[in-house]
C-alpha cells in the first residue's frame, strides 16, 4: 500500500537550510483594534462558521497573514496511520489521481473560449434605402384645435 499521506496547516515556516522554525498549533492573538476591524466584516462569522472555527481564532489567523504579509501557509505530511488515528481516512491513490485530473479538465475549460467571445449578427437587417419618407402635410383644423387647447383666450 503507498502511502499517500495528507497536509495539516501549521503557523510556522521552514528556512531555506531545513531549519525549522516555531511551530504554533493557533495564530498568535492580535491587537484588540485589528481584530474589531477583522469582526466587523458580517461574513467573518459565516466563513468561521463553514470552518469550524471560533470567530475569534479564525479572527487571530487572519490577523497573523494581515501582520505577516510574506508567510505562506506551511504544511505538514501527516502518515495515513497517524490520519486514520486523527478519525480522518486518508484518500486512495486513484482518487488523488481523479482530484488532479478534473482539476486539470476544469483548468483547461476555463482557458476555452466560449461562444460569447465570437462576433454577433445583427439583431434586425434593416433595408439600405429606408421605408417612403413621412410628409410634412398637416390638417389645418387639427392644428386650430391643438392651439386653442394649449393657448385658451382669455375672456
Known amino acids: ?15 531555506s537550510d531545513g531549519t525549522q522554525l516555531e511551530q504554533l ?4 492573538a492580535i491587537s484588540a483594534e485589528q481584530k474589531a476591524k477583522i469582526l466587523s466584516d458580517p461574513n467573518v462569522a459565516k466563513i468561521a462558521a463553514e470552518l469550524g472555527m471560533s470567530v475569534d481564532e479564525f479572527a487571530n489567523q487572519i ?12 504544511f505538514l505530511v501527516v502518515s495515513d496511520d497517524n490520519l486514520r488515528k486523527m478519525g480522518v481516512e ?6 488523488i489521481e481523479a482530484n488532479v485530473r478534473a482539476s ?8 476555452s473560449p ?29 392644428e386650430d384645435t391643438v392651439k386653442k387647447a394649449r393657448f385658451p383666450r382669455k375672456s
Not at 500500500?1 to 528556512?15: C, E, I, K, N, P
Not at 498549533?25 to 498568535?28: E, G, K, L
Not at 490577523?63 to 506551511?74: D, H, I, K, M, S
Open 1 to 15: 500500500m503507498v502511502d499517500t499521506g495528507a497536509f495539516l496547516s501549521r503557523y510556522s515556516q521552514s528556512m
Open 25 to 28: 498549533d493557533a495564530p498568535p
Open 104 to 111: 486539470v479538465e476544469a483548468i483547461k475549460a476555463g482557458q
Open 63 to 74: 490577523g497573523y497573514y494581515l501582520n505577516n504579509p510574506g508567510v505562506e501557509p506551511a
Open 114 to 142: 466560449s461562444g460569447f467571445d465570437q462576433a454577433k449578427k445583427k439583431a434586425v437587417e434593416l433595408p439600405g434605402e429606408g421605408g417612403a419618407q413621412v410628409s410634412a402635410e398637416s390638417d389645418p383644423d387639427l
Open 90 to 95: 486518508p484518500p486512495s491513490a486513484k482518487a
